[in-house]
């Protein structure tokens, strides 16, 4: 794949604005889409890269640090059944006086 996942701001003379998102398997596929929007009057002010954030899979066993508000830490690790799990468990935290200020996967349950 030559490029993927762009997004292409194209202007004309007038000022109209088009935004047209495309893979190219080539760099000739490529040359050809670009020249037949010049060709058209319209020049590229823009070309940018798509970033997909990846898939949220739960459950998921995560192992979270804490602050609380009077500067103590904390790690604990909970299981979350989905994102609203996880944002319910948050809010609850905060009206705790804790904030979740890391996290990352806990891998060493069975």
């Known amino acids: 794949m030559?490029?993927?996942?762009?997004?292409?701001?194209f202007v004309n003379l007038q000022g109209s604005k088009w935004k047209v998102t495309k893979d190219f398997e080539t760099k000739i596929d490529f040359d050809?889409?670009?020249k037949s929007w010049l060709?058209?009057?319209?020049?590229?002010?823009?070309?940018?890269?798509?970033?997909?954030?990846?898939?949220s899979i739960y459950p998921?066993?995560?192992q979270l640090?804490?602050?609380s508000s009077l500067g103590s830490y904390l790690t604990t690790i909970q299981m979350f059944s989905s994102q609203e799990d996880y944002n319910k468990y948050e809010q609850e935290q905060l009206w705790n006086g804790l904030k979740i200020i890391g996290e990352r996967p806990y891998r060493n349950f069975n």
């Open 2 to 9: 030559y490029k993927q996942n762009l997004k292409f701001t």
């Open 32 to 34: 050809l889409f670009e």
């Open 39 to 55: 060709d058209g009057g319209f020049y590229l002010q823009s070309e940018e890269l798509i970033i997909k954030p990846a898939p």
């Open 60 to 62: 998921q066993v995560l």
């Open 65 to 67: 640090d804490l602050k």
